[in-house]
């Protein structure tokens, strides 16, 4: 039957799984708690209004153009013409833009 060196085995046995389902259920506890946690930290931040400090300087924004591409060497007249076109019209907005950002230099600070 049951001798005394089986019985502590299970006596062991048993006290180290109660201790594990414990432990076990202890910790599941501590996660629900820490993702409730969380989750309302997340609530909480997307409630809360963003605001974006004043950069140190205006954008130069005629650094955002993008110059018109040079056509081939075997282009034809038209689309040189065009090419010529284009790139006046970048010169005039990149000039404006310029201008506007040196504007907003000075009254900037």
Known sequence: ML???????????????MTLSLFFENLSVARYFSVTGQLSELDQERKLEFAVDQPDRPVNEALLLKR???PGYNASES???AY???LADYEKERDSLLANYKEQMTDYT
């Open 79 to 81: 689309d040189k013409l």
């Open 3 to 17: 001798n005394l060196k089986n019985a502590r085995i299970l006596f062991v046995a048993g006290l180290l799984l």
């Open 84 to 86: 010529e076109v284009e």
């Open 68 to 70: 018109p591409d040079r």
